[in-house]
Each structure stands twice: as structure tokens, then as C-alpha cells.
């Protein structure tokens, strides 16, 4: 069973900062091979993938987080952290981790945390 934990949520002012981390240390997996992203769900609406960095460590982000947030992960850790600064209230919503690794000829192998709830207060 792959284990994704996720974890820094909370509450936090508008204007703050908050860094979010995905720990994968206790998955039997090679995470150097996974792309690695975070996502936010708001009750009501689809789920939005917030960012993302690859196994090459090439970076994506939703234009709602650009130029306030940073993606980075350290492999040998297994672990992938979601910088976020100037957080607005749009911003609220549950952050779940998943990992992703393509697989020739088969589905891709992805794997979800259980998700952390921030909630930006204003």
C-alpha cells in the first residue's frame, strides 16, 4: 500500500504564507520516477490541480497561484512542499498530494494523500 501524508494545513490570514509537504517516505515506491503534484478541492467545484513538478523537475502552476506559489520536492526524502505566499481566500479549499508515474503500454501508477484543509481567513 503506497502512503502518501500530507501536511501544514490550517488556518491562516489573507496576505500569509503557508507551505504545505507531502511525504512519501514510508511508500515502497521510486519517487524520482513520479511526477508529483498538489491539488485543492472547494465543495461545489472540480477539482484544480494547483501545481505541479515533474521527475525531470519541471514546473506547472495554475494561473490562479502564479508568481505566490513554489513546488519544489527532495527525492531522497520523498518528500514534495508547496510554497505559498499572499494567500487570498480563494485560496481555501482541501490539498491533497498525488503522485503519478506513466507506465509504457499500461495505465499510469497514481497514488493520493487523504488531503489537509486550509482555510485563509480575511
Known amino acids: 500500500q503506497v502512503e502518501l501524508v500530507e501536511s501544514g494545513g490550517g488556518v491562516v490570514q489573507a496576505g500569509g504564507s503557508l507551505r504545505l509537504s507531502c511525504n512519501a517516505a514510508?511508500?515502497?515506491?521510486?519517487?524520482?520516477?513520479?511526477?508529483v503534484a498538489w491539488n485543492r478541492q472547494v465543495p461545489g467545484k472540480q477539482r484544480e490541480l494547483v501545481a505541479i513538478?515533474?521527475?525531470?523537475?519541471?514546473?506547472e502552476y495554475a494561473d490562479s497561484v502564479k508568481g505566490r506559489a513554489s513546488i519544489s520536492r527532495d527525492n531522497i526524502k520523498k518528500t514534495m512542499d508547496l510554497q505559498m505566499n499572499n494567500v487570498k481566500p480563494e485560496d481555501t479549499g482541501v490539498y491533497s498530494c498525488?503522485?503519478?508515474?506513466?507506465?509504457?503500454?499500461?495505465?499510469?501508477?497514481?497514488?493520493w494523500g487523504q488531503g489537509t484543509q486550509v482555510t485563509v481567513s480575511s
Open positions: 513538478i515533474r521527475a525531470n523537475h519541471s514546473t
Open positions: 514510508t511508500a515502497s515506491i521510486y519517487f524520482n520516477y513520479y511526477d
Open positions: 498525488h503522485a503519478r508515474r506513466p507506465v509504457p503500454g499500461r495505465s499510469a501508477l497514481v497514488y
